[in-house]
């Protein structure tokens, strides 16, 4: 594996770690801040000994990311991102979930996409995996959902 | 001996049915990644309107025992802890399930749940006024003593580089401090609107624990030649009985620490299983093991969360003073039915109060049949192909986390942090102690605030942190965890440059 | 597939928001947002004088509560002034005089403009505590003390600018002393635990809940700072009888409010019914058994509250 992969995430940590220290020694209240302060002086000596050692490639610890991994990783990634950060709240609960379920379903299950079987099973699956849901938190124990939109 | 009285009641019909609705739909609800004891008991809260007092009150109890058992199930399984007190549970937990333990795991939980439970109600029924006083003696110098403990279990968990995780654990505290500060009322790092209530510790441990495990389900992809098979492995009861009581030790361990340390209003019930397993992980004669899907660890950390469910109960019947969140929801579950809790609510009240005593003990009991009963079907989990297994606990995440208190902002924390993790863990960071540090920032820093402004008033920062003996003890502790550590670190770099040389 | 689920979520969608605004207002389920968490006073208040909503001589509709706590209140009631639908079926809680010294202090999103009352339930007077067994029998042993040891007199509230530290403010005004107020992370029970444990000598606390600590024996009232002597405590003086030169600012006033925008057939109509809700006899006997004060009060009268609580405050706080 790289040195530069284990550069990139802990000269990121650093650069946050440098950020928090900055904030909590120039912003008022002091007495607000002081234990940001204890906190953020550990933080970034900890983070530059970690940054230290990633430029040395004397990191150990890890497995990385391959390019496989990031390829198989981006289409469930995308959906669940579009599920959480946009279709949740925009079409509702539970529609969303449907959708998001069943496209999961559709991206990751090794069964052949040629044989129609396979997508009456995937919608049962997703039918089922709702009802449960739906009866278990809407209509057994009536908590929120995000905009009950739909249900 | 007043309480084997109202036993009676327990058995009634209607409350028995009541006992048994509030054990199974508890251990469920536990079960369910997301929903933490809290929430569960907060949801059941409107059934008891109907309800008398005292049945009410069953329904609670045994909803609180069970749902903090539940949390195991999800914790083992899916390396998802319902609540913090189940952290310490995944690590071996959810290796055991890995290699096809998982039934053994459970039945080994649901069995020292049971034990701890049950000690920790008995020290509840015949402790309570010696227990109360010693809840009482910590004041916030101790508390801050007590974080900074917590903190050394950092070492314990991350054997891999302790360094990683001592920053880990930084960026934990840091997380924490996010929001208005609770005693200012300050606003810090606030630099997206849905951090304004800061970072919620049910959705943060949703995001942290359940989103890498989904992603990198993701990651093996569709066509995955070498598709984990896992091949569950029956485990009969009497087995595990027998295993159970050969590791008495972490039994034990487990159980003590998880009834005294559950007592320490606001801090207990959250830390106790990671405290019992680092306990017992420093007393056993096979350290190593722990974190490899090692039995002790796991029945350490289940027996100190439900011993710690009597005890944790203790300065909320006989103060009034809620010692934890799932406390505040059944103090006013009783208040709602005219019932003030104090010294003498076993006097005004005894029926109730016994009746409520009593249901938790029974309760246990029935936690613990069920829990093995389903325990071999609940294990045929890992065998659920991973492309449902994936859709379904992102699903459970985001209603999860917006449940604890119906905010979006909540689902957004939860994510960002999620897919934070899974590339952080990619890199030799692990969850468990950065857990740990968005845990124990707030208390350590509160008391640590509180301390310095009596201090001041009084004798003194440091007369106030460094004298009197419960401080001197705490101190003591801390020394030592931090010694034994780093002489367990040096012996194991040794052997490794021995093996080194010799090959 | 895909797209014609999309599509077909998103018409349903735009229908179920666009039936929102029909008339015979209210015809649905009504949210109640509460600032703090679950099974706090404000919520176990709030959940039982709302639980007659439904009734047809009430609303007709039930009312759910929704807690949304974090930082004293300030995240619960930021989101009900920006965030939250103001159609008339969001609600919230207020506590005065919380919300309005936060918005003195600043930092937050609201102020007593972004909110229309509609209706008070409760009236919570701050009461000074010390444990049982202190040495401290009224307040002018506190003060007496507190003038030969400036500063050495710690005590314990629910945290800074809430009526706690209001009263805290007006009792060193009044007897112009210097005492260490200690502001808890835990709220008003963390306050208590710290009182009946010993950490601090004294401390401010709620009526209904020193009246529960009390009851058990484990603290001492030694005045309230109210105008009147309460009904649950007929033998505590109030601090005027004390000498002390100390009002009814900190009384913890709780309430039903919506945001601002909020249509005023809508604020209208719940002004009207709301506070005959809430002097139905279950309720009142429900609140009597837990311990908590009522005191109903019409939007008018909330209206001229917050008004004066606002003047109050300003002054109070213009010092810090």
């Known amino acids: 594996m790289s040195r530069i992969q284990h550069i990139l995430p802990s000269g990121l940590i650093l650069a946050v770690g440098i950020w928090v220290a900055w904030i909590s020694f120039t912003r008022e209240p002091a007495g607000a801040f002081l234990f940001p302060r204890l906190i953020s002086a550990a933080f970034v000596a900890l983070a530059a000994w970690t940054f230290g050692k990633a430029v040395l490639g004397k990191s150990r610890v890890g497995t990385g990311l391959s390019a496989e991994l990031v390829r198989n990783l981006l289409p469930g990634l995308i959906v669940a991102g579009i599920y959480i950060f946009w279709a949740a709240q925009a079409l509702g609960f539970y529609t969303a979930t449907t959708i998001t379920f069943f496209v999961l379903l559709s991206l990751y299950d090794p069964a052949p996409h040629g044989q129609p079987s396979t997508w009456v099973k995937r919608a049962i699956i997703t039918a089922g995996y709702m009802a449960v849901m739906y009866g278990l938190f809407a209509l057994l124990l009536k908590a929120y959902t995000p905009r009950e939109i739909l249900f | 001996m007043e309480f084997i009285y109202y036993f009676g009641d327990v058995f009634a019909p209607m409350s028995f049915m009541l006992l048994l609705i509030g054990t199974v739909g508890g251990l469920i609800l536990g079960a369910t990644p997301g929903l933490s004891p809290t929430m569960a008991v907060a949801l059941l809260i409107p059934f008891t309107f109907q309800l008398e007092a005292a049945q ?36 071996d937990g959810h290796e055991m399930a890995r290699r096809g333990k998982g039934a053994r795991a459970l039945q080994l939980s649901f069995l020292a749940s049971a034990v701890g439970g049950v000690i920790g109600v008995l020290l509840l029924i015949f402790l309570t006024p010696v227990l109360s006083q010693w809840a009482l003696a910590f004041g916030p110098s101790h508390l801050f003593w007590l974080a900074i403990l917590g903190v050394t279990i950092i070492g314990s968990l991350e054997s891999r580089s302790v360094v990683k995780g001592l920053l880990s654990g930084c960026i934990g505290m840091w997380l924490a401090t996010i929001g208005f500060d609770d005693i200012m009322g300050a606003q810090r790092f606030i630099f997206h609107p849905a951090l304004g209530g800061g970072v919620n510790i049910i959705a943060a441990l949703i995001g942290i624990f359940a989103i890498p495990q989904v992603l990198n389900m993701f990651a093996k992809g569709r066509n995955d030649p070498n598709v984990e098979v896992i091949h569950v492995q029956k485990s009969p009861l009497r087995e595990a009985v027998v295993e159970l009581f050969s590791k008495s ?77 799932t406390a505040a929801v059944l103090l006013g579950g009783l208040l709602i039915h005219g019932i003030f809790p104090g010294s003498d609510l076993f006097d005004n009240y005894p029926d109730v109060a016994w009746t409520f005593i009593n249901s938790m003990l029974v309760g246990q009991i029935l936690m613990c049949i069920f829990g093995l009963y389903v325990a071999g079907l609940a294990a045929r989990v890992a065998q659920v192909p991973q492309s449902v297994m994936a859709a379904i606990v992102l699903g459970l995440a985001v209603y999860g986390s917006y449940s604890v208190q119906s905010s979006m902002g909540d689902v957004y924390v939860m994510a960002s942090l999620g897919i934070m993790m899974f590339f952080l863990e990619k890199f030799g960071y692990s969850a468990a102690p950065l857990v740990l540090g968005l845990i124990l920032g707030p208390i350590a820093e509160a008391n640590f605030i509180q301390g310095t402004m009596i201090a001041d008033a009084g004798d003194g920062r440091m007369g106030y942190f460094f004298t009197g003996t419960l401080n001197i003890v705490l101190i003591a502790i801390v020394v030592l965890s931090v010694a034994y550590s780093a002489f367990m670190e040096l012996r194991a770099r040794r052997q490794m440059q021995q093996t080194e040389a010799l090959a | 597939m895909k797209k014609l689920l999309a599509a077909l979520a998103l018409t349903t969608a735009t229908l179920a928001g666009g039936a929102a605004q029909a008339e015979g207002y209210p015809d649905r389920p009504i949210m109640m947002m509460v600032s703090y968490g679950a099974g706090g006073a404000t919520d176990f208040q709030a959940r039982i004088v709302t639980m007659t909503a439904g009734n047809d001589d009430a609303l007709g509709v039930p009312i759910a509560i929704i807690n949304k706590p974090g930082a004293g209140g300030r995240v619960g009631w930021n989101w009900l002034a920006t965030q939250a639908e103001a159609d008339g079926y969001t609600l919230g809680a207020y506590n005065v005089p919380h919300f309005i010294a936060q918005s003195i202090q600043g930092g937050v999103q609201y102020d007593a403009d972004s909110f229309e009352p509609i209706a008070n339930w409760g009236a919570d007077p701050a ?87 009390a009851e058990a024996g484990n603290i001492k009232i030694l005045g309230v700072a109210d105008l009147e002597r309460s009904e649950f405590l007929p033998d505590v003086p109030t601090m005027k009888e004390q000498g002390l030169d100390v009002d009814d600012a900190s009384v913890n006033f709780r309430g039903v409010m919506v945001p601002k925008g909020t249509p005023q057939e809508a604020i209208d109509k719940l002004a009207a019914l709301v506070p005959e809700m809430f002097k139905n006899d279950r309720i009142a006997k429900k609140m009597k058994d837990g311990g908590s004060p009522m005191k109903v009060m019409n939007r008018e009268e909330v209206q001229a509250m917050w008004a004066k609580r606002q003047e109050t405050l300003k002054e109070l706080l213009a010092g810090l």
Not at chain 2, 75 to 89: V, Y
């Open chain 2, 249 to 325: 030790r972490a039994l034990v361990i487990g159980t003590v620490t998880g009834s005294f340390i559950g007592l320490i209003p606001g801090v207990g019930g959250q830390i106790a299983g990671l405290v019992a397993y680092d306990q017992s992980r420093k007393m056993s004669s096979t350290p190593e093991k722990f974190g490899t899907g090692h039995s002790e660890g796991v029945i350490a950390a289940e027996a100190a969360n439900n011993a710690m469910v009597g005890p944790s109960l203790v300065p909320l019947l006989t103060l009034s003073i809620p010692g934890s969140p």
């Open chain 3, 127 to 213: 009461v000074f505590v010390v444990k049982a067994d202190s040495e401290f029998n009224s307040m002018q042993d506190v003060i007496d003390f507190a003038k030969e040891n400036p500063g050495k007199f710690t005590y314990s509230g629910a945290g800074l600018f809430v009526g706690h530290h209001i009263a805290a403010l007006q009792i060193e005004k009044a007897a112009d002393v210097k005492m260490a107020y200690i502001p808890n992370n835990a709220g008003g029970a963390g306050a208590m635990k710290a009182v009946i444990g010993g950490d601090v000598m004294g401390g401010v606390n709620n009526l209904s809940d020193a009246f529960r600590a």
């Open chain 2, 56 to 91: 009410g009150l069953i329904l609670l109890g045994a909803a609180y025992t069970s749902t903090v058992a539940g949390g195991a199930v999800s914790a083992i399984l899916l390396k998802i802890p319902g609540a913090p007190a189940n952290i310490a549970t995944t690590l």
